[in-house]
């Protein structure tokens, strides 16, 4: 009679679970965001749904998302990247050089380099010298910062038309660029999902001590994630260029790219102490902060008040997932 009374019992508790999964909250959230922006532009005179609009949305999607679908790699694994801003800017800044000069081909191989020797030493000290992630991938981005600023006074560079391609055309009301933040969302969702290498990330964030007694080079887990997450930074970089057509100092601090990108991981439910969370409910996030920038635009809010109500929808994200978790623990 247990076993039947255990068994019938079990469904609800299996919805419940899934319904208060911080993936489909947050795209949930990303519904009731995009529904209510539409009926509050719809009473100030405006038009929220409209093609211009939604194309916009996405294309502001696919940089954030880049950046964001690395820095959730990281965060698995309980680290952090802070130089994510910079590396862009200076990734727009060689791949306009290096196009002008050499060609697309070898500026993409430039940028990736560029950016996975970036993730390689942020990961090295981390792991190797012991400082935290915080303070190392923060010094990073004023290494990267002071490189900038003694070799760049404003844009350089130019990016040939048949780049610009990728930031411009669509696929009917699809962004071209959306394809490839997909191409990278789904192979870092199967890397964390469906690889040795992404079991090991979900184990050293987790628990980096017991993941170690258990078998796990954590240190070497945790320099591929750095790597990793520049990596998806570089493509952001390439993309940011085929938009602006030259490279640009100011691409990455000034939409402040490595704050934004945290915000959208939290709010996609991946903790930022490690081991829970994932690249569905980070795009999420992303969609979120995209939607929630375009409703303000439109209705010209004032700078601090869209930073009142992001941080408040940060904030209130957390504290939700903080009261579910003992619940999904037990």
Same mark, same amino acid.
């Given at each position: 009679?247990?076993?039947?009374?255990?068994?019938?019992?079990?469904?609800?508790?299996?919805?419940?679970?899934?319904?208060?999964?911080?993936?489909?909250?947050?795209?949930?959230?990303?519904?009731?965001?995009?529904?209510?922006?539409?009926?509050?532009?719809?009473?100030?005179?405006?038009?929220?749904?409209?093609?211009?609009?939604?194309?916009?949305?996405?294309?502001?999607?696919?940089?954030?998302?880049?950046?964001?679908?690395? @820095?959730?790699?990281?965060?698995?694994?309980?680290?952090?990247?802070?130089?994510?801003?910079?590396?862009?800017?200076?990734? #727009?800044?060689?791949?306009?050089?290096?196009?002008?000069?050499?060609?697309? +081909?070898?500026?993409?191989?430039?940028?990736?380099?560029?950016?996975?020797?970036?993730?390689?030493?942020?990961?090295?000290?981390?792991?190797?010298?012991?400082?935290?992630?915080?303070?190392?991938?923060?010094?990073?981005?004023?290494?990267?910062?002071?490189?900038?600023?003694? =070799?760049?006074?404003?844009?350089?560079?130019? /990016?040939?038309?048949?780049? @610009?391609?990728?930031?411009?055309?669509?696929?009917?009301? /699809?962004?071209?660029?959306?394809? +490839?933040?997909? &191409?990278?969302?789904?192979?870092?969702? +199967?890397?964390?999902? !469906? #690889?040795?290498?992404?079991?090991?990330?979900?184990?050293?964030?987790?628990?980096?001590?017991?993941? !170690?007694?258990?078998? /796990? !080079?954590?240190?070497?887990?945790?320099?591929?994630?750095?790597?990793?997450?520049?990596?998806?930074?570089?493509?952001?970089?390439?993309?940011?260029?085929?938009?602006?057509?030259?490279?640009?100092?100011?691409?990455?601090?000034?939409?402040?790219?490595?704050?934004?990108?945290?915000?959208?991981?939290?709010?996609?439910?991946?903790?930022?102490?490690?081991?829970?969370?994932?690249?569905?409910?980070?795009?999420?996030?992303?969609?979120?902060?995209?939607?929630?920038?375009?409703?303000?635009?439109?209705?010209?809010?004032?700078?601090?008040?869209? =930073?009142?109500?992001?941080?408040?929808?940060?904030?209130?994200?957390?504290?939700?997932? &903080?009261?579910?978790?003992?619940?999904? @623990?037990?």
């Amino acid at each position: 009679m247990n076993a039947l009374r255990t068994a019938a019992a079990a469904p609800p508790t299996v919805t419940r679970l899934r319904l208060t999964d911080p993936v489909t909250g947050v795209w949930l959230a990303a519904l009731a965001v995009t529904l209510v922006g539409w009926i509050v532009v719809a009473a100030d005179g405006g038009d929220f749904l409209t093609l211009t609009n939604v194309v916009g949305i996405l294309q502001n999607c696919v940089a954030l998302g880049l950046v964001a679908v690395g @820095q959730s790699a990281v965060i698995l694994t309980g680290s952090l990247d802070l130089s994510v801003a910079y590396l862009i800017s200076l990734g #727009t800044l060689v791949a306009a050089e290096t196009m002008e000069g050499a060609g697309v +081909l070898t500026a993409v191989i430039a940028v990736l380099a560029l950016s996975g020797a970036v993730g390689l030493a942020n990961g090295l000290v981390v792991t190797g010298l012991k400082v935290n992630a915080f303070i190392a991938t923060l010094g990073a981005a004023f290494i990267l910062r002071g490189w900038i600023e003694d =070799n760049y006074a404003g844009p350089a560079g130019k /990016v040939p038309a048949s780049f @610009q391609h990728l930031g411009y055309d669509r696929i009917g009301p /699809v962004p071209v660029s959306l394809f +490839l933040l997909a &191409a990278v969302a789904v192979a870092m969702w +199967l890397i964390t999902r !469906r #690889t040795r290498l992404g079991h090991h990330m979900y184990a050293t964030g987790g628990d980096e001590h017991a993941a !170690r007694l258990s078998g /796990v !080079r954590t240190r070497r887990t945790v320099i591929t994630a750095h790597v990793l997450c520049s990596l998806c930074v570089g493509a952001a970089a390439l993309f940011l260029a085929s938009r602006l057509g030259a490279g640009a100092p100011w691409a990455g601090t000034e939409a402040r790219y490595d704050l934004e990108s945290i915000a959208a991981v939290v709010l996609g439910g991946t903790a930022l102490a490690g081991g829970r969370g994932g690249v569905a409910g980070t795009l999420g996030g992303v969609l979120v902060l995209a939607v929630l920038d375009s409703v303000f635009n439109q209705l010209s809010v004032d700078p601090f008040f869209k =930073n009142v109500v992001r941080g408040v929808v940060i904030i209130a994200a957390v504290a939700l997932y &903080a009261r579910r978790s003992p619940g999904r @623990q037990a």
